[in-house]
């Protein structure tokens, strides 16, 4: 069989015929899913789905629309949890795991400033591998380059360039969407918004005004994330030996953290995430102290811009970093500031874990990932959520197919409940961290203040430390290099 998958760059979206793998599917007409957004989540449900229909022998054809271009360097990576790799095996990627990977990457530094060493060095055991895989550091422009190449060729397709603008019931539970310009780019029986925190559609399934609920909120804290092509060349070669091979931050003055993230997939690509954290009385004030315009209907938004295509924006958040960050902060650190070439400005939002979902059963939709549930990075969570959300979608879509039975609504209701269990518990670890981070706030000198001073918490102090005191006694007995 003659199979080459379409992956196609326009604004518009013609339907073209398909070939089914087996005679039984010629028979039915087949299950039509659209999804919106080729993030994390939209790509895995899409190679998920296609993946699995094709081995059960399913009738499900699944389109992914991408408002953006197929080469999108995101600047970032993050760490895929053993659970989300099965999402990798069942996408029939995971033998690509460590081409997209970095090496050594899951060891994070905390300094204090001011102090010479870290306070606490966070790694796995080297003696728990064997029972506990590691989970190094994941790129995440090489993972959806991953997805795009292993997708199945013959029902699936996908379309950059090509934004979902509106969404629109048109009976016998079916959906019809439609692009800017108000043309339709088709029916299908299901739409699964996988867009990202500026969802235009997480409104259709959530009361976003109901009484005692605040549907999404700012954190309090405004992340500046740069990017630094390659540290080891033009960055201090202290601040390269602090950074190593994973990531490392540094807690200032007044609750400002720097940090340092390898996200190269392999150990010759040295590009390297700047994040530095303040907090802000608002998600607009930085905006409005920089003099950038941010519009009248931007509303709280999760990325207020990028400075891909505007030097003066860059050059205007370097400066106001410089200035924030005082002497204080020391030669070492504005340098690397001055080597960023690309940053972006975003105001830390999370959505409720407990939204208002609608009740209405004439529209096929159900959001994933952060058009469902955002969660800030300092969770370490968003990427890992999409993941579980794509397999538990894929698994409802299957079921349904399976059933035989013409209407999905009640198991997508059902479904989204169950997506929002592991919230809770992600946000309120986001709030420990918020917590830490306040403890100085007010603190101007950290030259002398000790990480048990601020962490305060007892018992989360004595697990630091105990972890500390194995990773030093696997460091003397020579099972891993010091820093590593």
Same mark, same amino acid.
């Given at each position: 069989?003659?199979?080459?998958?379409?992956?196609?760059?326009?604004?518009?979206?013609?339907?073209?015929?398909?070939?089914?793998?087996?005679?039984?599917?010629?028979?039915?007409?087949?299950?039509?899913?659209?999804?919106?957004?080729?993030?994390?989540?939209?790509?895995?449900?899409?190679?998920?789905?296609?993946?699995?229909?094709?081995?059960?022998?399913?009738?499900?054809?699944?389109?992914?629309?991408?408002?953006?271009?197929?080469?999108?360097?995101?600047?970032?990576?993050?760490?895929? !949890?053993? @659970?989300?790799? %099965? *999402?990798?095996?069942?996408?029939?990627?995971?033998?690509?795991?460590?081409?997209? #990977?970095? +090496? &050594?990457?899951?060891?994070?530094?905390?300094?204090?400033?001011?102090?010479?060493?870290?306070?606490?060095?966070?790694?796995?055991?080297?003696?728990?591998?064997?029972?506990?895989?590691?989970?190094?550091?994941?790129?995440?422009?090489?993972?959806?380059?991953?997805?795009?190449?292993?997708?199945?060729?013959?029902?699936?397709?996908?379309?950059? !360039?090509? @934004?979902?603008? %509106? *969404?629109?019931?048109?009976?016998?539970?079916?959906?019809?969407?439609?692009?800017? #310009?108000? +043309? &339709?780019?088709?029916?299908?029986?299901?739409?699964?918004?996988?867009?990202?925190?500026?969802?235009?559609?997480?409104?259709?399934?959530?009361?976003?005004?109901?009484?005692?609920?605040?549907?999404?909120?700012?954190?309090?804290?405004?992340?500046?994330?740069?990017?630094?092509?390659?540290?080891?060349?033009?960055?201090?070669?202290?601040?390269?030996?602090?950074?190593?091979?994973?990531?490392?931050?540094?807690?200032?003055?007044?609750?400002?953290?720097?940090?340092?993230?390898?996200?190269?997939?392999?150990?010759?690509?040295?590009?390297?995430?700047?994040?530095?954290?303040?907090?802000?009385?608002?998600?607009?004030?930085?905006?409005?102290?920089?003099?950038?315009?941010?519009?009248?209907?931007?509303?709280?938004?999760?990325?207020?811009?990028?400075?891909?295509?505007?030097?003066?924006?860059?050059?205007?958040?370097?400066?106001?970093?410089?200035?924030?960050?005082?002497?204080?902060?020391?030669?070492?650190?504005?340098?690397?500031?001055?080597?960023?070439?690309?940053?972006?400005?975003?105001?830390?939002?999370?959505?409720?874990?407990?939204?208002?979902?609608?009740?209405?059963?004439?529209?096929?939709?159900?959001?994933?990932?952060?058009?469902?549930?955002?969660?800030?990075?300092?969770?370490?969570?968003?990427?890992?959520?999409?993941?579980?959300?794509?397999?538990?979608?894929?698994?409802?879509?299957?079921?349904?197919?399976?059933?035989?039975?013409?209407?999905?609504?009640?198991?997508?209701?059902?479904?989204?409940?169950?997506?929002?269990?592991?919230?809770?518990?992600?946000?309120?670890?986001?709030?420990?961290?918020?917590?830490?981070?306040?403890?100085?706030?007010?603190?101007?000198?950290?030259?002398?203040?000790?990480?048990?001073?601020?962490?305060?918490?007892?018992?989360?102090?004595?697990?630091?430390?105990?972890?500390?005191?194995?990773?030093?006694?696997?460091?003397?007995?020579?099972?891993?290099?010091?820093?590593?």
């Amino acid at each position: 069989m003659n199979m080459s998958i379409r992956i196609v760059h326009a604004t518009r979206w013609f339907p073209q015929a398909r070939s089914f793998s087996s005679a039984s599917q010629l028979c039915h007409s087949p299950f039509r899913v659209a999804i919106a957004g080729a993030g994390i989540g939209g790509l895995a449900l899409c190679n998920v789905l296609a993946r699995e229909a094709t081995s059960k022998n399913y009738a499900v054809d699944v389109t992914l629309f991408e408002r953006r271009s197929k080469n999108h360097d995101q600047g970032t990576g993050f760490d895929i !949890g053993s @659970k989300e790799q %099965e *999402i990798l095996k069942r996408a029939g990627i995971f033998h690509r795991y460590w081409e997209i #990977s970095r +090496e &050594s990457s899951n060891v994070m530094k905390f300094y204090i400033l001011g102090h010479k060493e870290p306070s606490f060095v966070m790694s796995q055991l080297k003696t728990l591998e064997r029972f506990f895989p590691p989970t190094p550091e994941t790129n995440r422009e090489k993972l959806q380059q991953a997805f795009i190449e292993e997708l199945p060729e013959h029902n699936s397709n996908i379309n950059f !360039g090509a @934004k979902v603008h %509106e *969404i629109k019931p048109v009976g016998d539970n079916k959906t019809e969407i439609f692009d800017e #310009s108000g +043309e &339709s780019l088709g029916v299908f029986d299901l739409v699964v918004d996988a867009s990202g925190t500026e969802s235009k559609f997480r409104k259709l399934r959530v009361d976003q005004d109901a009484e005692d609920i605040v549907d999404k909120e700012y954190t309090g804290i405004t992340m500046v994330h740069g990017v630094v092509p390659d540290p080891d060349l033009t960055c201090d070669e202290e601040l390269v030996k602090m950074l190593g091979q994973g990531t490392v931050t540094t807690f200032g003055p007044r609750a400002r953290m720097f940090t340092l993230q390898r996200y190269g997939a392999s150990l010759d690509d040295h590009r390297t995430s700047l994040f530095y954290s303040v907090y802000r009385e608002s998600p607009t004030s930085l905006m409005e102290d920089l003099g950038i315009s941010q519009g009248s209907d931007m509303g709280p938004r999760s990325t207020y811009f990028s400075s891909n295509h505007d030097p003066d924006k860059l050059q205007a958040l370097k400066r106001w970093m410089h200035e924030d960050m005082g002497d204080k902060w020391g030669p070492k650190f504005h340098h690397t500031v001055d080597q960023v070439n690309q940053v972006w400005l975003r105001p830390l939002m999370q959505h409720t874990p407990t939204p208002a979902f609608l009740e209405n059963d004439t529209l096929p939709l159900i959001c994933i990932g952060d058009a469902l549930h955002t969660v800030p990075p300092y969770t370490g969570a968003g990427g890992n959520l999409a993941l579980v959300d794509a397999g538990k979608v894929a698994d409802c879509i299957l079921s349904h197919v399976s059933s035989g039975e013409s209407n999905i609504i009640p198991s997508l209701r059902a479904v989204e409940k169950d997506l929002m269990k592991d919230v809770k518990d992600v946000l309120a670890s986001g709030e420990h961290t918020k917590k830490f981070l306040s403890a100085f706030k007010d603190i101007e000198d950290l030259s002398s203040v000790s990480l048990k001073e601020l962490v305060k918490n007892p018992f989360v102090y004595s697990g630091m430390r105990l972890f500390q005191m194995l990773y030093n006694l696997e460091v003397k007995l020579g099972i891993r290099a010091k820093g590593t």
